[in-house]
């Protein structure tokens, strides 16, 4: 019989699609005379604070990621899919969106944030999954302090640097969103992606064409999609009305969903865990 707050991984567990990375926790309820009763699993899912964290840092990827498109190389600076396919582009001298230059750098400023981050976001054996590790949200503190940063510089250059500072701001946005998606990956199952959609998007269909009790609204997972078109619109029409201001769209996005992060639960490190096995993931 395993005990109470038990992880159960593995593919069985990714299957259910209980949510965000689900992952199956096992508790043990009492029988009648003391015994130990049915043991059930129940999937691991954002809380309120962290549901709320994950929307609006949605609406922050999608305002930068428009930013980027029309203001800085139309590329993306967290769709990196979209920057191979047009790097891809680039490649055959078809296109009219320039060279490679921008496709790389933004490919190239995501993996930097996402290797600067992943080390230290990984979540140690006592901490809960529904928890978020304490690494995750300093390293979320830290991307908001970078896209401050470009805020400001932004502003000062009035919304049109120069190159290459242009080029600059165009890393410096795809460094935060890796630091963004690496954040969240480390969350685990009470997080979610962080700047790539598509799979969010097949788990809401795939929810609502379900049959009998696999038929769920996913009103979480909808919400993020409605902030990610919302923070795009926002960011489109902030740049247009005045482009100094456009950058202070996305840190602010992004500075509520920090705000959201340092609300959710934290592991209370003076209580001990249960030990976990049968982690396979």
């Known amino acids: 019989m395993r005990r109470t707050g038990e992880r159960v991984g593995g593919i069985g567990s990714a299957c259910c699609g209980a949510g965000p990375g689900t992952v199956l926790v096992a508790s043990s309820g009492s029988g009648r005379g003391g015994g130990d009763g049915v043991s059930t699993t129940e999937p691991v899912r954002p809380g309120p604070a962290q549901w709320g964290a994950l929307i609006l840092f949605a609406g922050a990827s999608g305002a930068v990621d ?39 750098l933004a490919l190239g400023g995501y993996v930097v944030g996402v290797a600067v981050v992943a080390p230290f976001v990984r979540r140690r054996p006592e901490e809960p999954e529904t928890h978020w590790p304490r690494a995750v949200v300093r390293w979320l503190a830290v991307e908001v302090i970078v896209l401050a940063a470009v805020t400001v510089a932004w502003g000062a250059a009035g919304g049109a640097p120069a190159q290459p500072w242009l080029d600059v701001v165009l890393v410096a946005v795809a460094v935060a969103m ?5 954040a969240l990956a480390g969350a685990g199952a009470a997080g979610g992606p962080g ?14 064409v379900g049959t009998g009790g696999a038929r769920r609204a996913d009103l979480g997972s909808l919400a993020r999609l409605v902030a990610l078109t919302a923070g795009a619109s926002v960011g489109a029409l902030v740049y247009a009305a005045s482009a100094p201001w456009a950058m202070a769209v996305p840190l602010l996005w992004a500075s509520a969903a920090l705000a959201c992060a340092a609300l959710s639960p934290r592991p209370d490190r003076s209580s001990p865990t249960a030990p976990t096995t049968g982690d396979t993931s």
């Open 66 to 104: 428009v930013l980027a498109f029309i203001a800085l190389g139309r590329v993306f600076a967290g769709v990196m899919t979209g920057n191979l396919v047009l790097l891809g582009l680039s490649l055959t001298g078809t296109g009219d969106e320039g060279g490679p230059a921008a496709p790389l």
């Open 178 to 182: 890796g630091m963004q998606s690496a």
């Open 195 to 208: 700047t790539y959609f598509t799979g969010t998007l097949t788990q809401v269909v795939v929810r609502a």
